[in-house]
């Protein structure tokens, strides 16, 4: 294990100006909205793990890119905070094309 003693950067430190979403993030926002379980019951008062399969069918795709706009679909769809998210877990997997996936357990 290595420490690097340096403060993380958050998105909003990274960028300067405003960001605005595009339109196929707004229709992945839309779909990811429609399509997530309406059952599913987050409290908002306890620590959260989060595991998260990608299923990529490009080996070029970055693990991470895919992160922030899903955790802001969960969160928008499940009336959560994500800073209770205390433990993350993330793995790609390479899958055939049209077979493109996200699988997500939230704790």
Known sequence: ???INIKPLSV?????GRRFKTD???RY????LMI?????????DKPLSLFVEFGFSNNASDIDN?????????QKKYN??????????????KVSKGYEHIIFEIK
């Open 36 to 44: 997530l379980p309406n059952d599913l019951v987050i409290l908002n």
């Open 29 to 32: 926002e839309s779909d990811m």
């Open 12 to 16: 909003n430190e990274a960028w300067q």
């Open 66 to 74: 895919c992160l922030k706009p899903m955790i802001d679909c969960l």
């Open 24 to 26: 196929k993030y707004k």
């Open 80 to 93: 959560f905070n994500d800073k209770l998210i205390n433990e993350l877990n993330v793995r790609k997997i």
């Open 1 to 3: 294990m290595i420490k």
